[in-house]
């Protein structure tokens, strides 16, 4: 047994992939030409060292699994399971509990077989702070129909009690309608019909005439994502609606769909989302973005259950007119979409809603008894939009002789 110390980075692990093959293959030529010569004892201590090499070969290609959030090697993330020639490589990817795993990998050929254990933290490097101005905000107009109950009151990580005043019930640029049995609640106050004017937040213009940042202008930038001052600071002072949900997190454009790609959970249909809801035992994957790159998610199934940790789904194209209808189900963290039109009976939302959309079409909310909480727990244990991982070595054995 021996013990020692690594650190691996974004980028490095391909780079040891590919050190490690070249080692190996080297390695793996130059016993051949041993084993041509007939001496066993060299052969069995060669195959003793690339038993070993293979070990960290597999580790390797398990970590970047690990760092990229990509099943690259085929077998499940973090879990490579394949053969070459003579010599067989096998990783498992344990969880221990927080941001830590244990990553088990073994190698054997012929004569030798080897192993190396890693415990490795991943730790988030682009940490996502959202602070809505309600439990739903939105651009365009909202009207709550049905018997749906929206509280902006701080409800605890698991929606079981309240633990602050919270925010507004609803925010929006424009009106905030309310009909039928629906209750709105919020800034401390319990959700009641007639919605109170003190739990609303309509027409909101999203720009505070105040000068944020000390320089000559007031209000000065649009909500963009870009530095429109020149002055090496973005949206620092801004003025109107942020356009697209990555804006809305300050995170710049095209983040949460990279990050949703990186781990396997950005969805061009319908159908394939479905499918991952199903894989994931009929609930959303939890501590991930779901980005869906699709129109319409209709119906809109959540999970049976809230998912654990919270996640972010994002429902937005560059017209703005991605529609969410219909939702169902339960979901832990934040949505951030175009449009919703009718959240049915049992559909209820942990965290906080968001959506881009101006059009007159959808933010129509409530067909039943849904509920929409908001939770500022929920949302400061978002994903993260990008992470990496440290890696401890805390074993290597191998056996000679024994495959
Ligand atoms: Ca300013
Ligand atoms: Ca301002
Ligand atoms: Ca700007
Ligand atoms: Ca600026």
Redesign the pocket.
Known sequence: MRHSNRHAERGTVMLIVVLMGALFFGLATFAGSMAQSGHETARREQDNVRARLAADVALSMALEEIQTGVDTYGGGLGVINQTTGDTSFLTTYVPLGGNLYQVNATARNTRARAGVTAVIQQTPTVTINFSPRAAITTKGAVTTTGSIEVDGRDWNSTGTSIVGPGKFGISSMSTITNSGNSKVGGVGIAPAKPVPAAVKDPNNIWKDNI???????????AYDGIDNDNDGQTD??TTGYPTSPDVSLGLPVGTLKAQAIAQGTYFTTEAALNAAIAANGGVVPGGKILYLDFDQWLPSNMGSVYNDPPSIIVHHNTAGTAYLKNMHGSFKGLILADFVEHLNGDCSILGAFMSFGSQAIGNTFGNGNAHIRFSSSVLTNLPSAGSTISVRIVSRGRTVGAT
């Open positions: 000068n944020n940042d000390g320089d000559g202008a007031t209000d000065e930038e620092e002072d």
